[in-house]
């Protein structure tokens, strides 16, 4: 069965750095775009960057455009998130996303970022 699993989260003070990792499992990960995104409490989940499966395109929300980097390695099947010059409003948890197998949608159980000082 396909299983995201995400790590890396922690606290940061702002404009600090943090790389999340996603490893997936259960399916063709090579054949497959990935994205992530982010819930902050009492917010809506929000769409943070997607990547194309062979890692040449990306696309990333205004919020985080040039500050984020999204990346893949699909020798082991892992999608990064690089996370620099963090803010306060970054602080959610951070969801890994396959979206789009079969017709059905996949999540990660969510990493906890928080920024603060």
């Known amino acids: 069965q396909v299983q995201l699993v995400e790590s890396g989260g922690g606290l940061v003070q702002p404009g600090g750095s943090l790389r999340l990792s996603c490893a997936a499992s259960?399916?063709?990960?090579?054949?497959?775009?990935m994205k992530w995104y982010r819930q902050a409490p009492g917010k809506e989940r929000e769409y943070v960057a997607r990547?194309?499966?062979?890692?040449?395109?990306?696309n990333y929300a205004d919020s985080v455009k040039g500050r984020f980097t999204i990346s893949r390695d699909n020798a082991e099947r892992t999608v990064f998130l690089q996370m620099n010059s963090l803010l306060p409003d970054d602080t959610a948890v951070y969801y890994c996303?396959?979206?789009?197998?079969?017709?059905?949608?996949?999540w990660g159980q969510g990493t906890q970022v928080t920024v603060s000082s």
């Open positions: 996303n396959l979206p789009n197998l079969d017709g059905y949608g996949y």
């Open positions: 259960g399916f063709t990960f090579s054949s497959y775009s």
């Open positions: 990547i194309s499966s062979g890692g040449g395109s990306t």
